[in-house]
């Protein structure tokens, strides 16, 4: 049973920037026909995915967040990590790590979710 969590800070200050990590077990990220993104739910919106990277380390992102977003992967510690930079009080929402499957794009495991408030 693949599990995922998030960590990271729950307050963020207006301009700086959001660094998340997701930390998997039970399954290695280094797997093909996966994919291992991020997904944030705004308050009282939908979800919305922002990022995904491939175990060949290929990436893809949100054009709405690409400017100012990264994703990247570290192998060793079977995680990775989101960068959001230069954050508004729009990027408050619940953010979640989830798995992806190539062969259809849908998710078959998700993190709890991590609250991050953008407040001054």
């Known amino acids: 049973q693949v599990q995922l969590q998030e960590s990271g800070p729950g307050l963020v200050q207006p301009s700086q920037t959001l660094s998340l990590t997701c930390t998997i077990s039970?399954?290695?990220?280094?797997?093909?026909?996966?994919?291992w993104t991020w997904i944030r739910q705004p308050p009282g919106k939908g979800l919305e995915s922002i990022a995904h990277?491939?175990?060949?380390?290929?990436?893809g992102y949100s054009p709405s967040l690409k400017s100012r977003t990264s994703i990247s992967r570290d192998t060793s510690k079977n995680q990775f990590t989101l960068q959001l930079y230069s954050v508004t009080p729009e990027d408050t929402a619940v953010y979640y790590c989830?798995?992806?499957?190539?062969?259809?794009?849908?998710?078959?495991?998700w993190g709890p979710g991590i609250q991050v408030t953008v407040s001054s």
């Open positions: 990277i491939w175990n060949s380390g290929g990436t």
């Open positions: 989830a798995r992806g499957r190539s062969r259809d794009w849908s998710y078959d495991y």
């Open positions: 039970g399954g290695s990220i280094a797997t093909d026909f996966y994919y």
